[in-house]
C-alpha cells in the first residue's frame, strides 16, 4: 500500500520515505538549538528546535491534526537534549489542557509527549495538574492575553505532586502556561522544577 501511496510530511505534505516521519526538505529546515537550557517564567527549559522552519508544522500536526505517530520521534529529539542524569531523577508532568478542549480533540498532546519520553528515559510520568475555568487557544495571543485565556492551572485534589518535576510540553512561546504550571506545583510543595519542549520561540 505504501508504494502506491506513499506517507505524507505532517508538516508540508510532500512525499517522505519509508519510515521516515518528514520529507528530506523539512528534515533540512529543522532550526537546532544548541547550548544549556534558556529560563523562561523562572523555570530552566530545554528545547532542541527554535519555533522555525518546520518545526510549527509538526507542532501543529500533533497538536490539531492528531499525527499521533511524531509524539515517538519528537520525544526522541527531546530526550537527546537532555543532560545525562535528568530525566531519570525527576517525574515527567504535562502540561495540562482544559476540559472542553480534551473532550473536542479526544487528547493532549503534552501527555502523549510525556508518555513517549517516559518510555524513551525511564522516567515516571504523573498527571498531577489540572486546567479550570474558562479557556482559549493560545496560539498568536500575547503574554498578557496568554494569562487572560489561561483559566486556572492547579494541582489535582488528592494527588501530591512528586518533589523533582520536569514539565513537559510541545512549545514553549510567551512561557504564560509555564508560568502558570510552575506557580501551581511549587504552591503544592515542588522543590526542584525544570521542564522540556519540543521548541520554543527564538529568543525565549
Known amino acids: 500500500m505504501t508504494l502506491l501511496a506513499p506517507p ?3 508538516a508540508c505534505g510532500a512525499h517522505c520515505g519509508e519510515g521516515q516521519p518528514l520529507c528530506a526538505g523539512c528534515r533540512e529546515d529543522l532550526r537546532w538549538l544548541s547550548g544549556g ?3 523562561v517564567a523562572g ?3 530545554w528545547a532542541p528546535l527554535s519555533y522555525a522552519g518546520s518545526a510549527p508544522g509538526l507542532v501543529r500536526a500533533l497538536k490539531y491534526r492528531g499525527a499521533l505517530q511524531l509524539a515517538d ?4 529529539h527531546i530526550a537527546a537534549g537532555i543532560p545525562a542524569g535528568h530525566g531519570r531523577s525527576a517525574t515527567l508532568v504535562p502540561v495540562p489542557m482544559d476540559s472542553g478542549r480534551r473532550r473536542r480533540r479526544g487528547y493532549n498532546q503534552a501527555e502523549r509527549l510525556a ?4 518510555r524513551r ?3 515516571p510520568v504523573a498527571d498531577c495538574l489540572e486546567r479550570t475555568g474558562p479557556a482559549g487557544p493560545q496560539v498568536g495571543r ?5 494569562l487572560r485565556a489561561l483559566g486556572e492551572v492547579r494541582a489535582r485534589a488528592h494527588v501530591s505532586p512528586p518533589p523533582n518535576v520536569l514539565l513537559v510540553d510541545d512549545v514553549v512561546t510567551t512561557g504564560a502556561t509555564l508560568a502558570a504550571c510552575a506557580r501551581a506545583l511549587r504552591a503544592a510543595g515542588v522543590r526542584r522544577l525544570a521542564a522540556v519542549a519540543y521548541a520554543r520561540t527564538p529568543g525565549r
Do not use: I, S
Open 8 to 10: 505524507l510530511c505532517p
Open 37 to 39: 537550557p534558556e529560563t
Open 43 to 45: 523555570v530552566p527549559v
Open 73 to 76: 520521534a519528537m520525544a526522541a
Open 115 to 118: 508518555a513517549a519520553l517516559g
Open 121 to 123: 528515559t525511564g522516567a
Open 142 to 146: 500575547t503574554r498578557e492575553n496568554r
